[in-house]
């Protein structure tokens, strides 16, 4: 069974950090191209950061760059994105996504004081 599970969401203030997993199970996940998505309240889902099967190239938003890393670690078949210097505007439900077109559940994140 083809499945992304999501962690790490929560509650943090302004400034805080989060640091979000993803654990892919069901197909050979070293293979494909990685990304995370958020979606807040009100609005279309976009796209915050990717990274290639060996994890040598990323990209990102430009509203999350130079405040948001994404990682992977292939044996552990796990996709992270580390978030540091939050804002209230990055409150959503963040989503990991497969190339192969699998989405994960989301898991939520607010910033809030």
Do not use: H
């Amino acid at each position: 069974q083809v499945q992304l599970v999501e962690s790490g969401g929560g509650l943090v203030q302004p400034g805080g950090s989060l640091r979000l997993s993803c654990v892919a199970s069901g197909f050979t996940f070293r293979n494909y191209f990685m990304s995370w998505y958020r979606q807040a309240p009100g609005k279309e889902r976009e796209l915050v950061a990717s990274i290639t099967a060996s994890g040598g190239v990323t990209n990102y938003a430009d509203s999350v760059k130079g405040r948001f890393t994404i990682s992977r670690d292939n044996a552990k078949k796990t996709v992270y994105l580390q978030m540091n210097s939050l804002k209230p505007e990055d409150t959503a439900v963040y989503y990991c996504k497969a190339q192969l077109g699998v989405w994960g559940q989301g898991t939520q994140v607010t910033v809030s004081s």
